[in-house]
């Protein structure tokens, strides 16, 4: 899909989502807890696209349990930003 080709499409996809979970009342947690689990997915289901995308794979992969619900909770931050 060429928007996961695109590093700044996809941040701004995954902005959306979240903006669209907060704006439904999910707390945050929630909305980190449902990352993990996206997180999960791609790793084991989708070659990344591009170089920051490989670069979070490779982040995801080496981290515990602890380390990836952390890189999700800053994903989720740099996103909600955008």
């Known amino acids: 899909m060429e928007i996961f080709k695109d590093w700044q499409k996809w941040k701004k996809t995954l902005s959306g989502a979240v903006n669209v979970s907060e704006k439904s009342g999910m707390k945050d947690n929630t909305i980190v807890n449902l990352g993990e689990k996206v997180?999960?997915?791609?790793?084991?289901?989708?070659?990344?696209?591009?170089?920051?995308?490989?670069?979070?794979?490779?982040?995801?992969?080496?981290?515990?349990?602890?380390?990836?619900?952390a890189l999700a909770s800053m994903i989720v931050k740099m996103v909600d930003d955008q």
């Open 39 to 69: 997180g999960d997915f791609l790793e084991n289901n989708v070659e990344p696209a591009n170089p920051q995308q490989k670069v979070l794979r490779d982040l995801w992969q080496s981290g515990d349990e602890k380390e990836q619900k």
